[in-house]
């Protein structure tokens, strides 16, 4: 009895006194493996996945936007940023007012994946260079095709796991690309809107009419 006792003690200390390079680097294993099976869910359109690996902040996002995809009127939307409102205006092309009513945040990034909207080919060539792991948050920097590029992959631990933070990583992301759109539509001497419905028609293949500045279609 002793002994089992004895060697209870010595697993406690070992585990305490282990070093934190340790501990960090099964922590970057794990983000390592979130973003490793999130890829490839995203490659074979397996929604029911993807959004078991992506933060609450994520489906708090996609909620918000469904709202704004049902509710939010010209006036507003075309207050929005490029990106927002190019967003806005493909979902509501491809979505119905009658299947948004029926999902919430979770479904419509579901959706979303499975109809492959959310695309693989974003992060086709991207992997995660150095993690810095800071309690239950983390930031990947980015590499694609050898090169470091600027942004970085945010990451929470929920439960003990951890989830991509998608939301936090858009809303960062969205200054510089309006900023690039912007530049785009000035050298294309278009108004912001015309880039806007430019992009939608483009992305989706389908015609964008002014209702749909207002509401979903029917």
């Known amino acids: 009895m002793f002994k089992y006792k004895l060697l209870a003690i010595v697993m406690v200390c070992i585990c305490f006194y282990m070093p934190l390079s340790v501990i960090a680097g099964s922590e970057r294993d794990s983000i390592q493996n979130t973003f490793k099976i999130y890829k490839k869910a995203l490659k074979i359109k397996n929604g029911f996945q993807a959004v078991s690996l992506v933060s609450t902040g994520t489906i708090e996002y996609y909620e918000d936007l469904r709202k ?19 967003a806005i205006l493909s979902l509501r092309l491809r979505i119905s007012a009658s299947e948004l009513r029926q999902m919430n945040g979770k479904k419509l990034f579901i959706h979303s994946v499975s109809k492959g909207w959310v695309s693989k080919d974003s992060i086709k060539n991207v992997e995660l260079g150095d ?3 800071n309690g239950n948050a983390a930031r990947a920097n980015i590499v694609s095709k050898g090169r470091k590029r600027k942004f970085q992959f945010p990451f929470s631990k929920e439960k003990g796991v951890w989830k991509l933070d998608l939301a936090t990583m858009m809303n960062r992301m969205e200054k510089d690309m309006n900023t690039g759109l912007k530049r785009l539509a000035k050298m294309r001497k278009m108004s912001e809107q015309d880039m806007v419905v430019f992009l939608v028609e483009g992305t989706t293949g389908l015609k964008v009419t002014s209702a749909l500045w207002s509401r979903p279609r029917n």
């Open 68 to 86: 704004n995809l049902l509710n939010a009127k010209a006036i507003e939307v075309k207050r929005l940023p490029i990106t927002k409102k190019v």
């Open 131 to 133: 993690i810095k792991v």
